[in-house]
């Protein structure tokens, strides 16, 4: 075992960390004002290749690991992570799209998104029990397909040219078609207001009536196999997301514990903070060495499913329990927004109000 | 980075795995219901190779952190009372191999690598084990030996050992009033106290020791007059905290192990709840498991790793207290009968809390070394 990183991801970390704090710390305040990213801003995350840094070089992208994307994300992350939410969602997307698009889909939609030129939004089956009607497609006209439902809540939808609409249908399995924003029937909403992750707009895709002809519908591959690639792109990029905010979260801790004098010395000396400090820090090291393994695990194409979710659950609490208690820290102060940890506060909170996409039908039997 | 054991780390792993599974299962009955192992296990052991201490920056053969973290994980897969009775000669080695004297190294160490001699450490007293600066027993000079006088308690392999190392106060200076003796068992004015009867850990005795008077050869002093502060505390973080970690990682894998297998026994794995909570224990599992090897592998390099190690020991205690609550929570009522590997996981996972160190202090440790990192 060696748990030193490569030289190789020392200068990645260190280069985004440098490019974070000079291009995304000063929009920061910006995107949470307005729930919008600067015009600009997508050019600069563009112009450093985070948007295709898991697409091929043959596609337009750079070709990293998932071990490297999971740093980058937790690089943007540390000082935005509605700019990081933005990022893992197109590397889902594209994600999608190399698992299941065609000649065209590679050669004319991929290359754009990897650049950050065009944005897609997914628009995906919700778990069962979510509100409102899934997304129902059916064949029409011998080839063709109809559209038919909404999705609620789809990062980057306000903004995207391209829509990955997963739907279902009675007695087949869930397809996945790919819409421009052009295509008939196909409408989205205004931005939704949230609690966090702002800058990262969401909003709601509806389709009524969407006629698509057959080459709209993506791959042909058992659907399970699809979500699964979907899932995992997915949940990676929210391991990512999470571990920038509980790094950011921790180090603000520290910072504040060592400077906020209490009783006539810093409140770091004080046990009740200390022991807040020691727990935010198992949490973030266990949870990074959770996704870093895993991570490590998916770039050798070795069966990881069980320890993606595991991943992510531990993530998953560990995001609210450590930001709360940043904010505990910082006492009062912790609920102003003149200091970041009620950001990450409701960051964790916006991140960990889904379901892991993960899913595990039957337990494996050898653990 | 690189998350796979090298292939001897593994065939070391399969091998502590079957010694287990053949002749530390089969005799977790009787340890529960007399206190004690077989009497040939320790031996065995010994014979095994597994009490081989090879110290950072040494050449092998022996058994670095990593390699001691495995071997006491897959023992404790079957019982966590040999892995913390295991965890004591470790320290005990490990410790009298950098700074016992030629003497005292010829004299026990053979015996105590081979199993043939059990070793405790005497650090905690009647007023708490968590400063051991504070400790009370004296240690007075006569002549070319010491008189010690005290008593330490709670102390792990107490009434089996043949040597004790004891931390005793040989002069009133805060910083180096301590000092760490080898005391033969067998040594005038040395006889052991109560053993205490436990929640759980049935297997290794915890006890008292009572040094009235007792003589020890000054060549049992261990470093110098005054370094027994700093020993004792390397010994505890690096032997006492990370072993402590190592065997609750082998009482989470039980637990995930027999929860898996019950389950399945009763066509449960299917149901969502269990699979979430199978899951969450799997996750907590690796979780420690990774902090471990880290802090582990840390050591290893040679590197001080003061918050790693602190951070490792509470997180493993309260992640495995965790763990079994959830499978009690699938197990139901049958994770409760006696005699069900469960329920002695659970009476076995609270006493590590203590054992090396409660958590709380694990936090203080590790908060201090990360605002004097960030600092």
Redesign the interface.
């Known amino acids: 075992?060696?748990?030193?990183?490569?030289d190789e991801?020392k200068i990645l970390r260190s280069s985004i960390r440098a490019f974070a704090a000079d291009a995304v710390a000063p929009r920061v305040r910006i995107m949470e004002e307005t729930g919008e990213m600067p015009p600009e801003f997508c050019g600069l995350l563009a112009g450093q290749g985070l948007f295709g840094i898991s697409v091929p070089f043959d596609c337009g992208g750079t070709q990293m690991t998932s071990?490297e994307r999971l740093v980058m994300l937790e690089e943007v992350a540390r000082v935005s992570a509605a700019t990081a939410a933005w990022l893992a969602v197109q590397h889902t997307a594209a994600a999608a799209l190399l698992e299941t698009g065609g000649p065209r889909e590679k050669k004319e939609v991929l290359p754009e998104l990897a650049a950050g030129r065009q944005f897609a939004a997914l628009a995906l089956v919700p778990p069962p029990g979510t509100p409102g009607p899934p997304i129902t497609f059916r064949t029409v006209l011998g080839d063709s397909y109809r559209l038919d439902g909404q999705a609620s809540w789809c990062y980057g939808a306000p903004a995207a040219e391209w829509f990955l609409v997963e739907g279902i249908a009675p007695g087949q399995d869930a397809a996945l078609f790919l819409l421009s924003r052009s295509a008939e029937g196909l409408v989205t909403g205004p931005a939704t207001p949230a609690t966090g992750l702002r800058g990262c707009p969401a909003g709601p895709v509806q389709l009524a009536a969407a006629y698509v002809p057959p080459e709209a519908r993506l791959g042909r591959r058992p659907a399970r196999a699809v979500g699964d690639v979907i899932a995992a792109a997915h949940a990676l990029g929210f391991c990512g997301i999470v571990l920038g905010v509980m790094q950011a979260a921790m180090?603000a801790g520290?910072?504040f514990?060592?400077k906020r004098v209490l009783y006539g010395k810093p409140i770091?000396g004080l046990?009740s903070?200390?022991?807040r400090?020691?727990?935010m820090?198992?949490d973030l090291?266990?949870?990074r060495?959770?996704a870093?393994?895993t991570a490590?695990?998916m770039d050798r194409d070795a069966a990881c499913a069980?320890?993606m979710?595991?991943?992510y659950?531990?993530l998953a609490g560990s995001a609210l329990r450590g930001t709360r208690k940043a904010v505990e820290i910082f006492g009062g102060y912790g609920c102003l927004q003149d200091f970041p940890v009620e950001r990450f506060y409701r960051d964790a909170l916006t991140l960990t109000s889904r379901e892991c996409p993960i899913r595990?039908?039957?337990?494996p039997?050898g653990? | 980075m690189n998350f796979t054991l090298t292939p001897a780390q593994q065939e070391f792993q399969r091998r502590v795995a079957s010694f287990a599974r053949h002749r530390i299962e089969p005799a977790v009955p009787e340890m529960e219901a007399t206190g004690r192992p077989p009497a040939e296990l320790i031996a065995d052991m010994g014979a095994q190779g597994f009490m081989q201490v090879r110290l950072p920056g040494s050449n092998p053969p022996g058994l670095n952190h990593l390699d001691q973290t495995l071997l006491l994980e897959a023992l404790s897969r079957h019982s966590a009372a040999v892995g913390l009775l295991m965890v004591s000669q470790l320290m005990g080695i490990g410790t009298l191999m950098e700074f016992a004297g030629p003497v005292v190294r010829e004299q026990y160490l053979p015996r105590l690598t081979s199993g043939e001699m059990l070793l405790a450490l005497g650090i905690t007293e009647p007023s708490g084990g968590s400063d051991p600066g504070a400790a009370a027993t004296r240690a007075e000079r006569d002549g070319d030996s010491f008189l010690l006088t005290g008593r330490k308690v709670f102390i792990t392999n107490s009434h089996w050992a043949g040597l004790a190392l004891v931390v005793a106060r040989t002069s009133s200076d805060p910083r180096r009033g301590l000092s760490v003796f080898a005391v033969d068992t067998a040594s005038p004015g040395f006889r052991t106290g109560r053993a205490e009867h436990k929640t759980g850990l049935k297997g290794c005795v915890t006890g008292e020791l009572v040094l009235d008077q007792c003589r020890v050869p000054a060549s049992h002093l261990l470093g110098e007059e005054g370094d027994g502060l700093a020993i004792t505390i390397k010994a505890i973080s690096e032997y006492g905290r990370m072993g402590n970690a190592g065997v609750a990682l082998g009482l989470m894998q039980a637990v995930f192990e027999e929860t898996q297998a019950l389950a399945a026994a009763v066509g449960q794995l299917h149901q969502p709840l269990v699979r979430e909570g199978l899951a969450a224990i799997y996750g907590e599992t690796q979780a420690a498991r990774l902090l471990t090897y880290q802090a582990a592998w840390l050591l290893d390099t040679g590197a001080r790793a003061d918050a790693e190690v602190a951070t490792t020991k509470f997180f493993a205690n309260d992640a495995s207290l965790r763990c079994v609550r959830r499978a009690m929570a699938i197990a139901g009522s049958r994770g409760l009968v006696a005699g069900h590997p469960l329920e002695r996981c659970f009476r076995d996972a609270i006493p590590l809390i203590s054992a090396d160190g409660t958590g709380d202090i694990q936090r203080i440790v590790a908060a201090r070394s990360l605002v004097g990192r960030f600092s």
Do not use: C, S
């Open positions: 075992m060696d748990f030193a990183p490569e991801l071990l180090e520290l910072d514990a060592t770091a046990q903070v200390q022991f400090l020691a727990e820090y198992a090291e266990a949870g060495l959770l870093y393994r490590w695990l069980l320890d979710v595991a991943a659950q531990f595990l039908d039957a337990f039997d653990g």
